[in-house]
């Protein structure tokens, strides 16, 4: 089991940055890769960015490339989503995810079910 921890989410203006942290805990040798999901209102969860243990592959939604990049730092078994240039549609509760996929050096882990652990999320609020 692999268990999983966000922080840093909160109310944030239109055009401000948020820093989001998860910890993973556990056997997190089985982690290959970290996902970041988000899900705003009556809508459904959608992939937000993909990173490989090793942190050598990313894979960004084309609806925040330029503005969300995610990172890790494996010696702290913590991924980071750093979001930049934050609008209104960006509010969502953001959830890190954790796969078991044999790495094959790419990470477009887009579904849900390439993912086999959870956190249990942060809300993240942008005002206009």
């Known amino acids: 089991q692999v268990q999983l921890v966000e922080s840093g989410g909160g109310l944030v203006q239109a055009g401000g940055s948020l820093r989001l942290s998860c910890v993973a805990s556990?056997?997190?040798?089985?982690?290959?890769?970290m996902g970041w999901f988000r899900q705003a209102p009556g809508k459904e969860r959608e992939f937000v960015a993909a990173?490989?243990?090793?942190?050598?592959?990313?894979y960004v939604e084309d609806s925040v490339k330029g503005r969300f990049t995610i990172s890790r730092d494996s010696a702290k078994n913590t991924v980071y989503l750093q979001m930049n240039s934050l609008n209104s549609e960006d509010t969502a509760v953001y959830s890190c995810?954790?796969?078991?996929?044999?790495?094959?050096?790419?990470?477009?882990?887009?579904?849900?079910?390439?993912?086999?652990?959870w956190g249990q999320g942060t809300q993240v609020t942008v005002s206009s």
């Open positions: 990173i490989s243990w090793n942190g050598a592959s990313t």
């Open positions: 556990g056997r997190t040798a089985s982690a290959r890769a």
């Open positions: 995810a954790a796969s078991s996929r044999y790495y094959s050096g790419s990470v477009d882990y887009t579904g849900t079910h390439d993912y086999a652990y």
